[in-house]
């Protein structure tokens, strides 16, 4: 019983089943309530759940979080939003003092089941901080859980895993992927939460990708296999923890690797995989590890996003520059 909906309706459905399942899940956010979000992904959930469990916040994202760690210390499980990937920064410190380390902190008797929902990533025009990946940053910090779907059947599922976590949950958004449509079977049993997926099947090559970035990797294989070239597609799912079992196994299978994100190169996730890999599989890989994504700058205005933001020229660059060894 699947139905085809955009990943933002299938986060909207997964908050709602979650609100509709436990009394003890609450939405917290900027607009997230009358008005339903900034991209309506929690249309109608106040309307039909009430102000005391979708709560419109001040605009303050330290209050909005540090709300939130007080309520799961009384047993609530919240979901709040931070309305853009750029206002997250004044809520950093909660995040990583407080969110982070309660649990060892308390030497494990204290649980802090909260989601960070983020959208992220660039694409769709905006202004200065809209459009930033700063997942890295939350990835280096133990302690938190840091997970971004690339499609709706996952934004489902992943949402309510995420919810149902003990232990506090980045969840990073693909805002330019709100809009795209998939297939989702609300009846299914999903696979661990931080498993990376195989999406296509190839031998000469792995592009691994997470979020955004994985349906461009898909058009990138369309495109090389027009070429003859036979690329497998890699969506990790999870950048904290990272499924390096899946992209070991992979890499042994096509022995190159590519690693495609928006946020920055320089200390970005990809690193971090590129090392781990290289060590892995040293006597494996023919190529050495590249990496495709954003500059070292200050994401650009609108109508240079473009020229900043991995495309399909620079992807399938690297690729020949992979295969070239």
């Not at 990946?133 to 709706?152: T, Y």
């Not at 190839?202 to 058009?219: F, I, S």
């Not at 890999?277 to 650009?300: K, Q, S």
Request: charged content about 25%; some cysteine.
């Amino acid at each position: 019983m699947a139905d085809k909906m955009a990943l933002a309706k299938a986060i909207n459905e997964s908050l709602r089943r979650a609100l509709d399942s436990d009394p003890k899940v609450l939405i917290m956010g900027e607009d997230v309530g009358k008005l339903g979000g900034v991209f309506r992904v929690t249309d109608g959930l106040q309307k039909d759940f009430g102000e005391s469990r979708v709560i419109d916040t001040p605009l303050a994202e330290s209050g909005i979080v540090g709300t939130a760690i007080g309520l799961a210390l009384r047993g609530y499980r919240p979901v709040v939003e931070i309305q853009f990937d750029g206002f997250v920064f004044p809520a950093y410190d909660q995040i990583v003092t407080q969110l982070a380390k309660m649990h060892a902190r308390s030497l494990g008797k204290v649980k802090l089941p909260v989601v960070v929902r983020i959208p992220y990533g660039g694409g769709i025009g905006a202004v200065e901080h809209h459009s930033e990946s700063p997942e890295a940053l939350f990835a280096h910090v133990a302690g938190l859980k840091i997970v971004s779907p690339s499609n709706a059947s996952d934004a489902y599922w992943m949402m309510q895993q995420a919810i149902q976590s003990d232990d506090p949950v980045i969840f990073f958004e693909p805002k330019r992927r709100y809009w795209d449509k998939g297939e989702v079977n609300t009846e299914a049993i999903p696979g661990p939460l931080h498993r990376a997926q195989v999406v296509r099947e190839g031998a000469d090559l792995t592009l691994a990708a997470y979020g955004p970035m994985v349906k461009l990797c898909q058009e990138v294989a369309d495109a090389a296999a027009e070429e003859g070239r036979n690329l497998e597609v890699l969506d990790l799912r999870s950048v904290s923890p990272i499924d390096f079992d899946s992209i070991q196994a992979s890499v042994e299978k096509t022995r190159r690797l590519v690693v495609v994100h928006e946020a920055p190169v320089f200390f970005g996730s990809g690193a971090e995989i590129a090392a781990r890999i290289t060590e892995r599989c040293f006597y494996h890989l023919e190529a050495p590890v590249l990496r495709v994504g954003g500059y070292h700058a200050p994401y650009p205005p609108a109508r240079l996003e473009e020229e900043y933001l991995p495309n399909l020229d620079r992807v399938l660059d690297a690729v020949d520059r992979s295969l070239a060894y």
